[in-house]
């Protein structure tokens, strides 16, 4: 900076103040703090017609998000997680097949996948693969329902997926998710070029995507010709301000101070829930491949994506930020037929196919 | 889609709802809206340290934007205005020499602007020419104030800027201010490549210049080679989302409800307030150049930039959206010293230089 630009700017910027519809109010409540009032916030008007219905008549489920109910001990962590993985894991078989797709169980060196395989290829990905890496706060979303998001990308996108099952707390807390997705990474990538494989998924499954790559980094292997990171669970504290802002406003995560809280302590196991391998929106991203990331204006990991396209952008990554109007955390998941979520992978795919080799 | 595609999608999405988190709760409201409690809404962490000052210590400004004590006639807006303007006005000569820029004021067919020229022009520049339309919601920024981010594009990007001082109301409503865009823009397309070309601006200049997009693709010019729309406002309705979530939580707006509605009324003059020369996110975003969009998690019109990147993708468009963490409407034109605010303009260079020629 110049040497008085300093002075310069500040003048500015007193002015600028008055130039924006009357510029800032006072603060009301103390160290800074925003007091809001209480508010009825309508279904959004310029969402599709398919989300605002879905808004406007959500689904009941039994799980409560502001941690009444939560299990308590490893046992009955392990009995809730099986449960709602088994009501979640259900009815693959035919989904896949209706999809036009093959779905195969296996194991990569130990590591639980499926091989989901479109019946139909797109030719532009024969040579392609992309990694797939669950969702489920770390602690959902094992077994078979680790494949529902795999089951879209696969048959929209038209690419052969392999999904990971990684393991899981509160048996396998971190860091043996990340682990496992090194381990097929590893085993995927002595078969192939690393350009020619994409490597992503939603909630907690980008965010792991995004930790994995930081181990890749420091493992020295290559990395992945293309990520996707969907509304990426990126750090586990709470910190991120659409945590606060988007609290009860997002109708899927509703508030950090429940199950969220309770699934990043059980994963972390005890280790700080900043470091990188947890919270990949600490680490460093120089040398991340190109990034594709999408997120809701209702969502409260919108600050989670948003920071880590951010530090995508500050390392010279190629990063691509989408926010969809009223969406909440992956509504493109639970809504799958809205236009949103059509344009969510439709995008991805033409990510993918700009990106891979 | 596929015949029995639709089933297999409602059964996942049934089942994907438990994946996350627990999934959606009730609604409370009627019509489907949600009733939000009182909350307050902390500093956010992990914004720079200058935008965390300046948010736990916010200047106070005399407008109330909540619609108090707002001008009636257009005597009393005309003066409102030119008070502000006045006082905003202040010191730019000053300022811009302390930037190492040349301020000359002087006309184009009739139109007042602002010639804003860098001692050093970047050489990569040295072809090109930024367009520049202020903010002010259509009512405010005329005269002086309106270099005031002209002053900030020409210093940190090193390049030239021709900053448009547009006729406004009450005096000259729409269409005055689109029309005295394109007569500059024709002027200066006699002399130069479109593609040499940028436009752009924030707020109100961000969405005038969409506006003006749609109406040199009517007249069959040829378009600038990349737009700048900083937080635009696009729609002039009270319809995006973030005017209702973000109410009270943008220290910049604050609410659609005063202010804002009263400058789109008085702007707009009785024409239609969807007309896409007004609100130009209802428009036919095909033919549109790359364009790069800049908000943050508190801005109100985050949704007004979200859907416009959405419209530009759809179309085929060259778009960039960039979310900034804990930032109100145009924060990085209030603290200017802020590293959000050197990064929206060292992104906006960058994008300058990958897309003029």
Redo the contacts between chains.
Sequence with gaps: M?R????????????????????????E?Q?????????????????SQAL?ES???????????DGGGLPETDDEWAAFAAA?DA??????D???E???LTLERGEVEGVAVHRVTPNEVDPAHADHLFLYV????YV??GGD?SV??A??IA?RARIPVLSIDYRMPPAHPFPAAVEDVVTVYRHVLAQRPARSLALGGT?AGGGLTLAAVHRFLALGLDVPGALYAGTPWA?LTK????L??????D????TYDG??RA?AELYADGHDLKDPLLSPVYGDFAGFPPTYLVTG??DML??D???T??KL??AGAVA???????V???DY?????SPESQ?VYA?LNAFLLRHLE
Aim: no cysteine; net charge neutral.
């Design positions: 110049r008085n630009q300093g002075l310069a700017v500040a003048t500015t910027a007193a002015l600028a103040a008055m130039l924006l519809f009357g510029g800032t109010s006072m603060s409540a160290d800074g703090g925003r007091r809001i009032d209480a508010r009825t916030v309508p279904v959004p008007a310029a969402a605002r808004i406007a008549a959500p689904v009941p489920v039994p799980v409560s998000a709602a009501a979640a894991g259900q009815g693959v035919a989904a896949a209706q999809l036009g669950h969702g489920g706060g959902f979303g329902a529902q998001e089951l879209f048959s909630s750090d910190t991120s301000d659409t606060f802002t988007n609290e009860a406003v109708r899927v995560l509703l199950l969220l699934a204006t209702r919108l600050s994506t948003a920071r396209h951010r952008r500050a691509d930020l989408n926010v969809y109007e009223g909440s955390h992956a998941l639970l809504v799958p037929e344009e995008e």
